[in-house]
């Protein structure tokens, strides 16, 4: 079948935390027995795709689970688990399904998998990656089945690119996903030692019948050391004992190049660093406060000095990786307008927010984070540049990973007195860098609008710009909600990133960046995108 072709993007994810661990090798040739050595920035949290609101847990079962079409590495939708996503009128799609399936349990893969996949996300932490757009679903026979939307939504066959595909007996209750994924992918899942390490072998029975790709994956196992720590994981990298880290210190990306056993992959990514306010509390309920906080944040300094200069200014949310629905201009009026550094506004703004609470300074309060190192030096940064000056006395948490998400999407961290660092890892789509943080009804526990940012215009542009086919009126719409979310300040946007990772270069051959974090393993094997990744002598 011809790939499909679309002019806009897909769906993404809460960003994963940071670092990995390593030992292993590498084992030579690109045949039987070889493994792969990478890195986990985090511990996997669930294997269940509708509890998983973590980037890392999606990075790991990713080649275990499939869905119908996946999204390459130029943003086209290319056909996976179906074959054809055809649409029959605004409000249905018919989907046909590749024959000779089977799921890594043995049972056969049919279109009643694909509707017990999509109705088992409602009232889980992931609804919203279904429940947008689904209705209803009329399976005709085993390898057809027709989607009923309940309006229409423009994203679709990009929206169908999130979701993977499950046995039905994870929703009867008869499968039970917390013991381990199950899917149809090129990789089966193996073993997972908390902490450790998480490990998936070669599915031997995957559908792939050939051509420029080979049959089943070059590489028979790939082992995910847990690594927390960026220099660790730097060190396990040079001293041979993991073949490919994920995230490399940024100021260590220039030695790195320099390296000849070392190659340096990099890519502009879909996502942004964000320091999140809670607006249920004072003094941050005030929109002068924040913009003022929002002046204080040095992102130059904080590219330069953490990043090494990779990366650019991040003043609104949709990724510079979307040129249909951003542009330089575009984002730089966005700082000229509300969050440029710029000390001596920031101060005219905190005179004024402080003055209409009735607050003394200086006001104590904390940024809070997890243990990525980068994370935790821009955070560092900000937190000085507001003890600087008279009106804050900030200190620093760091929290283990998952510790750190359960704070955030608790439900009441914008009650809290203390600021968030996060990150946030979009899609293809400009919808997945707006809805989840800033509509209303995704407020937390919901999703991850952990600010609880509520604006009546906002929700409307978001849920008129997912109805509209037409590329020209969804640009309008998303360009109207980030002009409101930005003058509101709910959020100082910090640094669009740039998705890095340093492998050895005699041990892996083939491997591609992919922009989005949660697919960042994605071309290990992806017959549907020509890619495949091998091991070299070891």
Known sequence: MPPFTTSRRQLLRWVGAASAAGLAGCAGGSGDGTELVATLGADVSTYDPTQANDTTSRKAFGLVYEPLVSVDFEGNVRPTLATSVDQQDDLTWRVSLREGVTFHDGSD??????????????????????????????????????????????????????????????????????????????????????????????????????????????????????IVEQSSQLAALQGGDIDLANNPPTDAVADLRQDDAITVSDRLAGGFEMLVFPLATEPFSNRDVREGVSRLVPREEIIESVYGGIGQPAYAPISPLLSDYTSDAFLQEMGDEHMRYDPEQARQLLDAGFADLGIDPPYETTIVTNETGDRVRWAQLVRDELNRTDYFDVSLEQFEWNTYISRVLAGDSHRSDAMMALGWSGGWDPDTYLRNLFYSGEATPSCCNAAHYANDEVDRLLDEALTTYDTAARRDRYEQAQRQVVADAPVAFVRFGTRIEAFRTDAVDGFRTYPLDSGEFTAIYAPWAGTYTTTGGG
């Open 109 to 226: 893969f049919t279109a009643t998998d694909v509707k017990a996949t999509f109705e088992r996300y409602e009232g889980t932490p992931r609804e919203s990656d279904v429940f947008l757009w689904y209705d209803d679903a009329t399976v005709r026979d085993d390898t057809t089945i027709d989607v009923t939307l309940s309006e229409p939504y423009a994203p679709f066959r990009l929206s169908l690119g999130g979701v993977p595909i499950v046995p039905e007996a994870a929703e009867t209750g008869d499968l039970n996903l917390s013991n381990g994924p199950v899917g149809t992918g090129p990789y089966a899942f193996d073993t997972h030692e908390p902490d450790r390490l998480y490990r998936i072998v070669r599915n031997e029975d995957h559908w792939y019948a050939g051509g420029d790709v080979p049959d089943t994956p070059p590489i028979e196992t790939v082992t995910f050391r847990i």
